[in-house]
């Protein structure tokens, strides 16, 4: 196949530029390098079919040639960086969805967007089912993301009805791995950065509030798989593996070495931080017969040892 991986130099679109490299296709990445990096991809430049080009998607653009898939992962996902970047978030889940799916529409491709969890907002059902419609502030700090990838949602379906195009809607959970950035402000880069330098970690209110927590490999094959079926409403790719925060500071202390423990701070309530996420993965199940495959700790090791190298090359700098 020829792929289009809009967002491809991020976090998880430069590991589905890797995977499909490695099963043999050729990829095109677009990114306007808000969050992505160059250092994310570098190691894919070497190989003929590889080819990274620089565009914000929410400007029209166009590739020469036939695609037989277009796989929009461009967005700020972390808080730290939609609330940094409100507008251009909201541009990404609407202008820039309407691009790709233009454009998958022009070359008869299939189309993949990568939703989220966030689309539950703080959920009233637990763990969450994708018929539940979610519980979002529409006008809250996060509403930028949050309603950006509902728009977004809304969008591929209408492409999808109206023209029959063949779109397919993952919602991601927690996700983590090599390729986070240190800063990127979500609990596992803060909580391995803490640990590795021997100070406590963080945790805000009692620790109880729970996330449910996939390493970036099983996302991707749930993605491959869910791109080559022929189902169109969304499915839930997380790991319903649910730990409190406290539990979750206990497992990276544990695994760091580091005796500092933890350190409480008043909770921030101020985000609409959702209290509870969990998924129900029944519907990848079924359909994608996908499950996660890594354990906590056989995730958390790679990505401890990721961070690391990432620390010594900020302490470095």
């Not at 890594?294 to 700098?317: C, M, P, S, V």
Request: charged residues 20%; hydrophobic residues 40%.
């Amino acid at each position: 196949m020829r792929v289009l991986i809009a967002g491809g130099a991020g976090f998880i679109g430069s590991h589905l530029c890797e995977r499909y490299l490695a099963d043999g296709h050729i990829v095109i990445a677009v990114d306007n390098f808000i969050t992505g990096a160059m250092q994310n991809v570098a190691h894919l430049e070497r190989q003929p079919r590889f080819t990274l080009f620089r565009h914000d998607i929410t400007e029209p653009f166009d590739i020469d040639g036939k695609l037989d898939a277009v796989l929009n992962f461009a967005s700020p996902a972390s808080p730290i960086d939609y609330l940094e970047h409100p507008l251009e978030t909201l541009k990404v889940g609407s202008y820039g969805t309407h691009n790709t799916l233009d454009i998958a529409r022009q070359k008869d491709a299939a189309y993949l967007l990568a939703s989220t969890s966030e689309v539950y907002g703080d959920p009233l059902q637990h763990p969450q089912q994708e018929s539940y419609f979610g519980n979002v502030n529409p006008i809250g700090v996060r509403s930028v993301y949050d309603e950006a990838k509902r728009y977004a949602e809304a969008a591929v379906m209408a492409y999808h009805r109206a023209y029959d195009l063949n779109t397919h809607i993952v919602r991601i959970f927690n996700t983590y791995g090599p390729r986070m950035r240190l800063n990127d402000g979500r609990v596992v880069p803060n909580f391995v950065d803490q640990a590795l330098r021997g100070e406590a970690l963080t945790v805000y209110g009692d620790g109880q509030q729970t996330r449910s927590f996939q390493f970036v490999a099983d996302l991707v094959e749930g993605v491959t798989r869910l791109l080559q079926s022929n189902f169109h409403e969304p499915v839930n790719i997380g790991n319903p593996v649910e730990l409190t925060i406290l539990q979750f500071a206990q497992v990276v202390n544990q695994l760091t070495n580091n005796p500092a423990g933890v350190v409480y701070r008043p909770a921030l309530r101020i985000s609409d931080d959702p209290q509870t996420r969990k998924p129900d993965i029944s519907r990848a199940r079924e359909v994608l017969g996908w499950e996660p495959r890594f354990d906590l700790n056989e995730g958390l090791h790679e990505t401890i040892a990721y961070f690391q190298n990432e620390q010594g090359r900020a302490d470095k700098a």
